[in-house]
C-alpha cells in the first residue's frame, strides 16, 4: 500500500528537515511553500491538515524543498514576495522587498500627503534603484492622485517592475528608465526622491546569510567600501531634480544613519534643521529624510 502524505505530515516533516538543515524559520517556510504549490492561503493548510497530496504535487514540493535547502530565497522559489499587504512579483535580477523597507514607504506616503501642489499639478517623485517596484507602486497605490518615474540600471528589474505596475493597475501613472541613478531624469523636478540604495560595505558582503550572498543580486547590495558610495551621490545631484520644499528620503544600513544626515547637513542646498531620522521595526535608525530649501 502506498504511503500516505497529508498536509499535515508532509509540514511537520518539512519543518524538521529544514531546521536540520539550518533554516531560520523552517516552520514559515514550509508553509508559504506548500500554500504556493497548492495556491491556498495558509490557513488552508491548517484547516485541512488531513487532506492527502497528489504524488504530482509532492514532487514538486520535494523539488522545492531540494531549493530551499540549497538556500535559495523563498520568493524566489514561489517568484513573489508580499510587501505592503500587495503581492510583488520578483526574481533573481531583484531584491527581496523586506519589511524595514516599509518604513520609507510610510515615511514617503505621510510626506507626500502634507505637500499641496499648485492648482491643476500633481504629487510626483522618482523611486531610483527600482528593483521590483515595491516601493513606488505601493506608494501610487497608496496615493492614486500622485505620478512617478523609476530608475534602475538593470534592464531585467526594470522589465519586474513594469510587470509589476500592470499587475497592481497603477501603469498609467509610472514612467520606468533604464540608466544610472538620476541621470534618465535629466530637466524633470519632483516634489520627492526617493530610494533603497546599495549600502552594504564591500568587505561585508561576505558575511551576509547565504541566502542573500549566493542569490540577490550584488549590485543591489554593494554600497563601496564604507556602504555610502550611493549616499554621497544622491546627496550631491538630488536638490537639481527636487522642487523648493522637496524631500530626499534614502533607507540606510545599520550603523549610517548619522553619517548620512551629516552629508545632507554639510550641503547648503537642504535645510539642514529638518533632517529626519526614523528607525526600523526593530527600533534601528532605517530612514534618513532630507528637506530642500
Known amino acids: 500500500m502506498a504511503e500516505v502524505w497529508t498536509i499535515g505530515r508532509i509540514l511537520k516533516w518539512t519543518e524538521q528537515f529544514f531546521a536540520q538543515k539550518g533554516i531560520e524559520s523552517p516552520r514559515l517556510d514550509a508553509e508559504v511553500l506548500l500554500g504556493h504549490l497548492l ?7 491548517y484547516v485541512h491538515f488531513d487532506e492527502p497530496l497528489e504524488k504530482d504535487e509532492l514532487a514538486a514540493f520535494h523539488k522545492m524543498i531540494k531549493q530551499r535547502v540549497s538556500r535559495v530565497p523563498v520568493a524566489y522559489i514561489t517568484g513573489e514576495k508580499e510587501f505592503m499587504g500587495l503581492p510583488f512579483k520578483v526574481t533573481p535580477a531583484t531584491l527581496v522587498p523586506r519589511p524595514d523597507t516599509e518604513i520609507l514607504v510610510q515615511a514617503a506616503i505621510d510626506a507626500l500627503r502634507n505637500m499641496h501642489p499648485e492648482e491643476g499639478e ?6 531610483i534603484g527600482t528593483g521590483s517596484g515595491a516601493i513606488c507602486l505601493s506608494i501610487l497605490h497608496e ?10 540600471i538593470s534592464e531585467e528589474a526594470r522589465a519586474v517592475a513594469e510587470e509589476n505596475a500592470g499587475s497592481l493597475g497603477v501603469q498609467d501613472r509610472v514612467e520606468f528608465f533604464t540608466g544610472d541613478l538620476l541621470a534618465p531624469l535629466a530637466g524633470r523636478t519632483f516634489d520627492a526622491i526617493l530610494s533603497n540604495p546599495p549600502y552594504i560595505p564591500t568587505a561585508d558582503l561576505a558575511g551576509l546569510q547565504e541566502d542573500v550572498r549566493k542569490y540577490e543580486p550584488r549590485g543591489a547590495l554593494d554600497g563601496g567600501a564604507d556602504g555610502l558610495d550611493f549616499y554621497r551621490r544622491l546627496v550631491h545631484e538630488a536638490p537639481a531634480y527636487l522642487r523648493e520644499g522637496g524631500f530626499l528620503a534614502m533607507e540606510v544600513g545599520i550603523h549610517e544613519a548619522g553619517q548620512v ?4 547637513q554639510a550641503d547648503p542646498a537642504y535645510a539642514a534643521e529638518r533632517t529626519e531620522i526614523q528607525k526600523d521595526y526593530a527600533g534601528i535608525d532605517r530612514v534618513v529624510l532630507a528637506w530642500r530649501k
Open 261 to 264: 544626515a551629516e552629508l545632507i
Open 39 to 45: 495556491k491556498k492561503e495558509r490557513i488552508y493548510l
Open 143 to 152: 496615493l492614486p492622485e500622485a505620478r512617478a518615474c523609476t530608475v534602475d
Open 122 to 127: 500633481r504629487l510626483t517623485f522618482a523611486d
